[in-house]
């Protein structure tokens, strides 16, 4: 496995978007699938590879329910 940032990577997503969605990043449908791949693991963070505003790390947050 990948090491990122100190952490193991367990699973990379990427996602093809024109323009980044500007409240969370990614796509709803693509964040819906990061959440239901980590449901049930001991998952505590997602890294992105690109910055995010504050207010895209609130609502990552909140769906996810780990910190990115």
Known sequence: MQKTAGAVTIKRFTQKLQHPDSKTFIGKGKLEEIKGYISGKDVKIAIFDDELSGSQINNIEK?????P
């Open 63 to 67: 769906i996810l329910e780990i910190k």
